[in-house]
């Protein structure tokens, strides 16, 4: 089975060959995640700089709920890694049902409250005229995919703790692959503009999610889902929050805080504000190798904290960051030259103002990104330990601290504009990263986060 050929490549192979098994296709995932967003962005950059400013003001809203949610998925990956690394399959498979109730149930009835509160957030925003029309129109349509997007992320979360993360790969690559094709469709042949946007995401998730769904009850792989049999257990639902809290709390708050960046990036009018949004999703591309690491820290961290294997969890730490930093300070290097960074945004836009500004922001940010080599891996240490609130309290930080001191500083002191915006994000990153380390340092992260998980462990291996 290949879900038992992964539990041993994690918990005793080569740690090369776990990180690069489980971190390739993550970020072939995670690229193809942000694929929806740029396919989105490149269509409405055609269409004119009012879309694609819409779409930006809003997408962090977006974020926040969904990040939200998140917490919930992240904590079931943790739980259910630990669960397979102590070898206690069957609650291992308790767990996974515990977290599709609970993540369905909150996507439903937070996808309802946000479409219902969407105009007033935008008017809050400060957008009016038409990119008020388009700000509402798209998100009121878009955060209808939370059930669909849900359903995804919960295949990923039980097949990630699994270490399998192939299969969550190629369920990506057929959303992906629908939304390039619906995008032109939808807002280009029938001229549907930004409700087009909306309507291809929504439908390119659903294909997928139903596919997960059903995959997810075959009971030929190590963890399923068995709804007919679901009890909600005290101690798993206690052991979500505990894991979970922290993460959605840090996840969403970190979102509120680009929801107000964009805020600050609007008063610098539409242009400024569609060259942040393409900047950032450019970036995004850039950041996915030290995600996908990321990612694969809190698989082999999580296992083998489940198997008493600390050692081993920080071998596998100490190895991944060192491959992330390197292959990002390599890439940075390269897409900070003006040259390459401007050709790249001007895929997205053809406004020469958009593509100015686009360009600076990212030649910026490349050049610095070697530090979210140091960030991801660290998170990835303390999210597969348990230690979220570790997490949280870094994530939240980084931007409610550093990044608004920061931006604060060069708007007022240093007197540099726009500009400001983008040192604000590479100066609290940097920062951000250096503390996660430390703390690090410290071995905080070996101190056990779930102790019922401990004292049945103990019970089981007794008996």
């Not at 257990?233 to 509120?256: D, F, M, R, W």
Request: hydrophobic share 50%.
């Amino acid at each position: 089975m290949a879900e038992k050929q992964n539990r041993d490549l994690i918990l005793s192979g080569n740690m090369v060959s776990a990180i690069l098994s489980i971190a390739v296709p993550v970020v072939i995932n995670s690229f193809l995640q942000t694929m929806y967003n740029l396919t989105d962005t490149y269509w409405l950059g055609k269409l004119g700089t009012e879309e694609l400013a819409a779409i930006n003001l809003v997408t962090p809203l977006q974020n926040i709920v969904v990040n939200f949610g998140t917490g919930i998925t992240v904590a079931g990956s943790v739980l259910i890694a630990q669960y397979i690394g102590a070898r206690q399959d069957e609650d291992a498979k308790s767990m996974a049902n515990q977290i599709f109730a609970c993540a369905m149930i909150f996507s439903v009835v937070c996808a309802a409250f946000c479409c219902l509160a969407t105009p007033a957030i935008v008017s809050w925003l400060g957008a009016d005229g038409v990119t008020w029309d388009y700000s509402r129109t798209y998100m009121q349509l878009v955060i209808l995919d939370m059930p669909f997007l849900y359903m995804v992320n919960i295949y990923a979360a039980i097949h990630q703790a699994q270490g399998d993360t192939v299969r969550p790969m190629f369920l990506n690559l057929l959303g992906i692959s629908l939304n390039m094709l619906l995008d032109p469709l939808m807002m280009v042949v029938l001229h549907w503009g930004v409700a087009g946007a909306a309507l291809a995401t929504i439908t390119a998730k659903a294909v997928p999610a139903v596919i997960a769904f059903v995959l997810l009850h075959r009971k030929s792989g190590l963890v399923y889902l068995k709804l007919s049999a679901l009890k909600f257990e005290k101690e798993k639902l206690k052991n979500i929050l505990v894991i979970g809290l922290p993460t959605a709390v840090g996840g969403s708050t970190l979102q509120l805080g680009f929801l107000l960046m964009s805020k600050n990036v609007f008063k610098y009018g539409t242009q400024a504000m569609a060259a942040y949004g393409i900047g950032n999703k450019v970036n995004g591309l850039i950041s996915l190798p030290s995600n996908g690491i990321g990612s694969a820290v809190s698989t082999i961290v999580g296992q083998n904290v489940g198997a008493k294997q600390l050692g081993r969890a920080e071998k596998g730490y100490k190895l991944s960051m060192k491959i992330s930093i390197v292959f990002l300070f390599a890439g940075g290097m390269i897409l900070s030259r003006m040259p390459i960074s401007t050709a790249i945004v001007g895929i997205f836009s053809e406004d020469a103002e958009v593509v100015r500004m686009a360009a600076d922001f990212l030649s910026v940010m490349a050049f610095w990104c070697f530090t979210n080599g140091m960030y991801n891996s660290t998170i990835g240490l303390f999210q597969g330990s348990g230690h979220t609130e570790v997490t949280m309290l870094v994530e939240v930080s980084r931007l409610w601290i550093f990044r608004f001191a920061t931006l604060f500083v060069c708007e007022t002191f240093l007197g540099m504009g726009v500009r400001s915006i983008w040192y604000s994000v590479v100066v609290s990153n940097g920062i951000s990263a250096v503390i996660l380390y430390v703390v690090y340092r410290t071995g905080y992260w070996k101190r056990s986060r779930i102790k019922k998980q401990k004292e049945q462990t103990r019970q089981k291996v007794k008996k």
